[in-house]
């Protein structure tokens, strides 16, 4: 019922910078969390950012004070501002929705999308 499509990835210098874009759509009511995680080969997937509906932000502390994430919550999208890019930022980045079916649920499902490739040069 759910997709999850991520856009803007690609390869940069290091000192650059990459806005990402991920939509949810579908058949329901509302999203709650968005965020982003990446996996670079040979390491787990992490947390990057991630921010609640009321607008709530978390951020790795790798990325803090270089990346941004922010929301449109009438299009149930989320964005990720990235500046000052280092190779360590080099990863395949994945957008997670939790999404309400309804108004009154109680609980949330939570989706992945395909990934978007980033890639930091020096």
């Known amino acids: 019922q759910v997709q999850v499509v991520e856009s803007g990835g690609g390869l940069v210098q290091a000192g650059g910078s990459l806005r990402l874009s991920c939509a949810a759509s579908g058949r329901f009511f509302s999203t709650n969390g968005m965020g982003w995680y990446r996996q670079a080969p040979g390491k787990q997937r992490e947390l990057v950012a991630s921010?609640?509906?009321?607008?709530?932000?978390n951020y790795a502390d790798s990325v803090k004070d270089r990346f941004t994430i922010s929301r449109d919550n009438a299009k149930n999208t989320v964005y990720l501002q990235m500046n000052s890019l280092k190779p360590e930022d080099t990863a395949v980045y994945y957008c997670?929705?939790?999404?309400?079916?309804?108004?009154?649920?109680?609980?949330?499902?939570?989706?992945w999308g395909q990934g978007t490739q980033v890639t930091v040069s020096t």
């Open positions: 997670n929705a939790e999404v309400a079916y309804y108004s009154y649920s109680r609980s949330y499902d939570s989706y």
């Open positions: 921010i609640r509906s009321g607008g709530s932000t």
